[in-house]
């Protein structure tokens, strides 16, 4: 067999490109490239996605009907039926057999060789006396091979790698480089928390002796997880614990004058939150607070008095949306508010004309208020005395983005708003040190958006209804599904299409927005739609947040069922808005269980609260309401929601060693400062934070 693996690898580490592996060439290398993994360090960190408990093997004429069984036998008999392109092995064990079948698997064939010993581990079938297993896992000995028993890892693919394959590498690499790694944990604080030695957990999330060893190998890899995001957090929201920050002045004028110049009382809500926003801008700490408050809740309100209470204190504020769109349509809503108050608002979302004056506007400090997208935190903005920034629909924004915005003044009191519910100890620790407010409640009259699940078949009644709604002089929305492929290009592609068709239909004037446009024409569109010369706008998911247009009554979701629950929330949250009864159709004929119950959930809840939870139960935690735009896909093993427990450890552990080593400058500390300085730089946590 010439020289095994084992010896060709000496003198390698855990640095080292897989491609030094014998056996690795070109294409594997590519295709494990394509999973993140370059050096062996980065293979040890692929994780299997479940193991198999391949413990038992169970005798052949044992075997029951739909149970998942590992059994192993001689290869009997290779059939390849190329017609159909089915592959059977027969396998026996004395005098009883099994049947394995492969579907379009031809290269699986070249891989049974009569006379070999097979294991194969997957769900029997039993009709008749011959038990057959689709598609099981299978290994095919070699001679004098034993069978990888016990937890077997089952890890992810990616292109032609084998689960063969990859088990065996990693059978040779785990234990090989695995010990190599030094473990960043200080023995003090791993001793205390009483966790697992990283080296160990990492060997045994690959091939854990038993499920004990498995979650103990999880809780300390998970921790790990947990540590290294809440460090680089905590670092990069380090402030000068001397720097001044500033006094606003939420009592001025301009904060009364606009008080009384809005035509409604503030909800109960708004009134404890605003209170508590106040606290903060008199302080002379700098604040940082998360505005958490459903769609609809009135966090624009709050906005604009937390802005005022800047300029009535001589500084400047500004405010930052996800979109162009949104910003634009925030920005006309402000002027609205501020004109009236004798307050210039500035617009920046990148090229605009107007821009070059806007920024000298700023500098000099003529221009009190700006709205924009991330074109506020580009480097050429300078402000005069920035004192409030407000960022909204925090969910598209990452914690870098608003730590480089604070960073343009003397770090300015910050406002986050969001309409997604995360947990607390989540929010803290994505954030870093975030105070939480709540909006509780809506204003008052809001009627409940009658919501109404449709098929296909009976989508003439949502549209007969945004007929009658046009003719009432009211408005409405229709949400063009997303249809897979390019999503964006596609679901462009749905929406001209159904306008199209749509105003070939008389009585009603049709408008499109997608982002595709141009932002001259969206926000043409909009406006016509806002002054209601237009009476429906077909729409991409670009209207998703933000936008406001208290007479639109209806909105017709197409394909609803493609949508997550955060995004069906956000976009009925487009209507309801004003005092009138309000619609909003699902249309869609649901092709699974949970989509099933995703639509269901939306009929039956109007909170979004409660929506999340719902989403929690449905899902489970990782993909629930917002994770994804809150970054938090960027883990491996942790289950945010799942592991609050060791999330509140990691961030307490987080929390001390800053504070005894702002810096993490001591020598215990350096394995540490790496891992922050990489998950900064790129890395896992660059995920999570942009
Ligand atoms: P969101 O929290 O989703 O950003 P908005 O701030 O856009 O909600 O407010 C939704 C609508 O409710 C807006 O039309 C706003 O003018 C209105 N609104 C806000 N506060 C109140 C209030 N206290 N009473 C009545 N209407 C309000
Ligand atoms: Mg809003």
Same mark, same amino acid.
């Given at each position: 067999m010439g020289k095994g693996p084992a010896e060709q690898g +000496? %003198? +390698?580490?855990?640095?080292? !490109?897989?491609?030094?592996?014998? %056996? =690795?060439g070109h294409t594997r290398s590519q295709e494990l490239e394509n999973m993140g993994v370059r050096t062996f360090e980065d293979l040890l960190g692929l994780w299997p996605r479940r193991h198999e408990d391949r413990s038992v093997i169970t005798p052949l004429r044992m075997l029951q009907d739909g149970e998942m069984a590992t059994v192993q036998g001689e290869i009997y008999q290779v059939r390849y039926d190329a017609g159909k392109k089915i592959l059977r092995v027969q396998i026996m064990e004395g005098m009883d057999s099994l049947t394995a079948i492969f579907f379009h698997?031809?290269? =699986?064939?070249?891989?049974f060789r009569e006379g070999y010993v097979a294991v194969l581990s997957g769900k029997v079938e039993k009709r008749g006396k011959q038990p057959n297993m689709v598609h099981p896992e299978f290994q095919v000995l070699a001679a004098g091979e034993r069978p990888v028993l016990g937890l077997v890892p089952i890890y992810p693919l990616s292109g032609s790698l084998k689960q063969n394959f990859l088990q065996r590498l990693m059978r040779e690499v785990v234990p090989r480089f695995a010990p190599q790694l030094p473990d960043p944990l200080p023995e003090s604080i791993r001793e205390r928390e009483g966790l697992a030695n990283r080296s160990l957990a990492i060997v045994h999330q690959h091939f854990p002796p038993n499920w004990l060893s498995w979650e103990e190998s999880r809780k300390r890899l998970v921790f790990d997880e947990f540590l290294r995001m809440a460090l680089s957090v905590l670092i990069m929201h380090q402030t000068d614990p001397n720097a001044p920050g500033m006094v606003q002045n939420p009592d001025g004028p301009l904060v009364k004058k606009f008080l009384d110049s809005l035509p409604f009382p503030l909800t109960p809500g708004q009134i404890h939150v605003w209170k508590e926003i106040k606290e903060d801008l008199k302080s002379a700490n700098p604040m940082a607070r998360l505005l958490q408050g459903d769609v609809g809740s009135g966090k624009t309100i709050i906005a604009i008095l937390t802005m005022l209470a800047a300029v009535d204190a001589g500084f400047q504020a500004a405010f930052m949306a996800p979109t162009e769109l949104l910003a634009e349509q925030q920005w006309l809503v402000l002027q609205n508010f501020l004109h009236p108050l004798g307050i210039n608002t500035a617009f920046l979302a %990148?090229?605009?004309?107007?821009a070059g004056e806007y920024r000298t506007a700023l500098k000099e400090g003529t221009i009190p208020i700006v709205v924009g997208t991330q074109a506020l935190i580009a480097d050429r903005v300078e402000f005069k005395r920035l004192g409030v920034v407000v960022v909204d629909e925090q969910h598209r924004f990452g914690v870098k983005q608003r730590a480089r915005l604070s960073q343009k003044g003397e770090y300015p009191d910050m406002l986050v708003m969001t309409a997604t519910p995360i947990p607390r100890t989540l929010a803290l620790t994505v954030y870093g040190d975030l105070q939480v407010s709540r909006i509780v409640g809506l204003p008052p009259g809001r009627k409940l958006v009658e919501t109404v699940h449709l098929t296909h078949r009976e989508r003439r009644i949502a549209y007969e209804k945004v007929m009658t709604t046009v003719k009432q002089g009211d408005q409405a929305y229709v949400v063009c599904p997303l249809v897979g492929g390019d999503e964006e290009d596609t679901q462009v592609k749905a929406a001209v299409d159904l306008a199209e068709g749509m105003k070939k239909v008389p009585g009603w004037r049709i408008g499109l927005l997608h982002g595709k446009m141009p932002s001259k024409e969206k926000t043409l569109v909009m406006d016509q739609f806002r002054r209601k010369a237009l009476d429906v706008l077909v729409a991409t998911t670009i209207i998703e947040v933000g936008v406001d247009v208290p007479s639109a009554t209806v909105i017709v979701i197409e394909e609803a069922d493609r949508f997550g629950l955060a995004q069906l929330h956000q976009l009925r949250?487009?209507?309801?808005? %004003?005092d009138k009864a309000a619609t909003c159709f699902l249309i869609a004929d649901p092709k699974t269980d949970q989509a099933r119950e995703r639509l269901e959930a939306m009929v039956r809840h109007q909170d979004g609260f409660k929506l999340a939870e719902e989403d929690l139960k449905l899902r489970?935690?990782?993909?629930? !309401?917002g994770m994804r735009q809150h970054g938090l896909t960027g883990f491996q093993l942790a289950n945010p929601l799942k592991d609050l427990d060791l999330l509140k450890r990691a961030r307490m552990t987080a929390r001390d060693i800053i504070q005894k080593d702002p810096q993490l400058m001591s020598s215990e500390h350096q394995l540490l400062r790496q891992w922050v300085r990489d998950a900064l730089e790129e890395g896992i946590p660059a995920q999570v934070l942009h």
């Open positions: +000496l %003198g +390698l580490g855990p640095a080292d !490109l897989v491609t030094k592996w014998p %056996g =690795i698997a031809a290269w =699986i064939r070249r891989q %990148g090229k605009d004309r107007s949250g487009r209507v309801g808005r %004003g489970g935690p990782g993909e629930v !309401l």
